[in-house]
């Protein structure tokens, strides 16, 4: 199946300051791609849409000037968790599918995310 | 209104039985597909199986089978021959087709243990 890749796997960050987080589909291009937030032993919850080329659609509740999401490629999306504070530590997911399908999602190992 | 409900937060079997993990949906598109992933401790989700909406048969997948019933709405996922592995969270997940964006919605999730 088809591999999407996240980087880093886990971050330690101080706070007060930004995070970036890489999300790339290694073998297949994908015109979106889905940002998600999992608390834990909680469900994955939609953070935003990703959409190669044009702003993210974030859902409600999130703060888009707080988590930044970048689609610059088809095979590359970036979530930049700016001013990271306790409260942003969690564990964050990207997926990314081939578009206009219900086919599966192909889910990146996610990133670890601790703010001091 | 939830969009998956899955009513059981954890469940218990002994390893080579089967078990089943409930899961219901609801939608009003008449284009969907329905799906099932693993979560292990480490954190990837793990796609197992797959169901589109008009697909007259039920999804099977190695040990997994998915028990759908349309009428009622529902997508239990049935794993064979339970092994300690499958110790995991199992999460139902839908994505409907109206929006023409296919967002995915997943329930609360299951806490599957298989003990020895």
């Known amino acids: 199946g088809a591999v999407v890749s996240q980087h880093p796997s886990w971050v330690i960050c101080k706070s007060g300051t930004s995070v970036k987080i890489e999300c790339r589909s290694l073998?297949?291009?994908?015109?979106?791609m889905f940002w998600y937030r999992q608390f834990p032993k909680q469900s994955l919850m939609l953070m935003a849409t990703?959409?190669?080329?044009?702003?993210?659609?974030?859902e409600q509740g999130v703060e888009k000037d707080k988590f930044l999401i970048n689609h610059a490629s088809l095979t590359l999306s970036t979530l930049t968790v700016t001013s990271a504070h306790p409260e942003d530590s969690s564990f964050y997911i990207c997926?990314?599918?081939?578009?206009?399908?219900?086919?599966?999602?192909?889910f990146g190992p996610g990133t670890r995310l601790t703010v001091l | 209104a939830q969009k998956i409900t899955q009513t059981q937060p954890g469940m218990f079997v002994q390893e080579k039985e089967a078990v089943t993990l409930d899961c219901t949906y609801d939608?009003?598109?008449?284009?969907?597909?329905l799906f099932w992933y693993k979560q292990p401790s480490s954190g990837e989700m793990i796609f197992l199986i797959y169901?589109?909406?008009?697909?007259?048969q039920n999804a099977t997948e190695g040990r997994y089978s998915l028990n759908f019933q349309k009428a009622r709405k529902s997508a239990n996922l049935v794993i064979s021959a339970s092994q300690l592995g499958d110790s995991a969270m199992y999460f139902c997940?839908?994505?409907?087709?109206?929006?023409?964006?296919?967002?995915?919605?997943f329930g609360r999730g299951t806490s599957l243990i298989v003990h020895p």
């Open positions: 073998d297949f291009q994908a015109t979106t």
């Open positions: 997926s990314a599918s081939e578009t206009g399908t219900y086919n599966e999602q192909f």
């Open positions: 997940a839908m994505r409907e087709g109206s929006t023409g964006s296919y967002i995915p919605t």
């Open positions: 939608t009003s598109d008449q284009s969907y597909g």
């Open positions: 169901q589109g909406s008009y697909d007259e």
């Open positions: 990703s959409n190669e080329g044009s702003k993210a659609t974030y």
